[in-house]
């Protein structure tokens, strides 16, 4: 497994995924050392790169990323795996089909799912508009996820959408790539922010129609340049 670790394939998916994380860290993303970030290996069923366990999002480098597989083992790395992103990100990398999971309990996306809709309003802000017709809502919290039931039980309720909103817990963001996941992250949370900031107001809320909704989030999904472009600005501010 440590020639599969090093090669230069998953060299760059070990630094693609760090500066996911740290690119997080200075956003405002991460909580503690809780949450992760974790991509599948391509060809290598039922194994994925993990950030470990205990490490700040902003310490994060190329070679403190693990290597597990489906059932929690470290198969390379220098760190520990922190059990219950084994429980989630393995289920959704295998039950929902999944390439790149993120998962966090960031602030705006976060307060959204303690209310009765439970997640955005994809008919609001131009930011919440890009994901109109992919979310998912799992209202059901059960606490940490501390054993595999929990974890297939999120993938799930998560299904085909790209992100799912966990009530009374935080999100997840799946892509098919890792600088598209980060941009969807990213926006989701300013869309999110935007609509509790307008809700705050006090003053009665003007979504436009589903029809535009559905519009722009096509637009945005026929051309995602500017996601690769974003994350390489990243990449070259955070080194």
Same mark, same amino acid.
């Given at each position: 497994?440590?020639?599969?670790?090093? #090669?230069?394939?998953?060299?760059?998916?070990?630094?693609? *995924?760090? *500066? &996911?994380?740290?690119?997080?860290?200075?956003?405002?993303?991460?909580?503690?050392?809780?949450? !992760?970030?974790?991509?599948?290996? /391509? +060809?290598?069923? +039922?194994?994925?790169?993990?950030?470990?366990?205990?490490?700040?999002?902003?310490?994060? +480098?190329?070679?403190?990323?693990?290597?597990?597989?489906?059932?929690?083992?470290?198969?390379?790395?220098? !760190?520990?795996?922190?059990?219950?992103?084994?429980?989630?990100?393995? &289920?959704?990398?295998?039950?929902?089909?999944?390439?790149?999971?993120? !998962?966090?309990?960031? /602030?705006?996306?976060?307060?959204?799912?303690?209310?009765?809709?439970?997640?955005?309003?994809?008919?609001?802000?131009?930011?919440?508009?890009?994901?109109?017709?992919?979310? &998912?809502?799992?209202?059901?919290?059960?606490?940490?996820?501390?054993? #595999?039931?929990?974890?297939?039980?999120?993938?799930?309720?998560?299904?085909?959408?790209?992100?799912?909103? %966990?009530?009374? !817990?935080?999100?997840?963001?799946?892509?098919?790539?890792?600088?598209?996941?980060?941009?969807?992250?990213?926006?989701?949370?300013?869309?999110?922010?935007?609509?509790?900031?307008? @809700?705050?107001?006090?003053?009665? %809320?003007? /979504?436009?129609?589903?029809?535009?909704?559905?519009?722009?989030?096509?637009?945005?999904?026929?051309?995602?340049? @500017? #996601?690769?472009?974003?994350?390489?600005?990243?990449?070259?501010?955070?080194?």
């Amino acid at each position: 497994m440590n020639e599969i670790f090093h #090669s230069p394939a998953v060299a760059a998916l070990r630094a693609d *995924l760090s *500066l &996911a994380l740290r690119a997080a860290a200075l956003h405002g993303l991460g909580e503690g050392v809780c949450n !992760h970030f974790s991509v599948a290996l /391509p +060809g290598q069923e +039922g194994l994925f790169l993990l950030n470990p366990r205990g490490l700040m999002w902003d310490e994060v +480098g190329p070679d403190d990323v693990v290597l597990v597989d489906a059932l929690g083992n470290k198969l390379a790395g220098r !760190h520990e795996v922190e059990p219950t992103a084994m429980f989630i990100h393995a &289920a959704i990398h295998r039950i929902a089909g999944k390439h790149c999971v993120l !998962h966090t309990h960031m /602030p705006y996306a976060t307060a959204l799912t303690l209310t009765d809709a439970r997640a955005l309003d994809t008919t609001l802000s131009q930011n919440a508009m890009r994901f109109h017709g992919r979310l &998912a809502i799992d209202e059901h919290y059960n606490g940490l996820a501390l054993d #595999s039931s929990e974890g297939e039980r999120i993938a799930r309720a998560m299904g085909a959408a790209d992100i799912a909103f %966990l009530g009374n !817990h935080g999100v997840v963001v799946c892509a098919e790539r890792i600088d598209y996941a980060y941009d969807d992250l990213y926006f989701l949370e300013r869309a999110c922010a935007a609509q509790v900031l307008a @809700q705050s107001s006090g003053r009665p %809320l003007a /979504p436009s129609t589903a029809g535009m909704a559905a519009k722009v989030a096509a637009q945005i999904q026929s051309e995602r340049l @500017q #996601s690769t472009l974003f994350f390489e600005a990243l990449r070259r501010r955070l080194g």
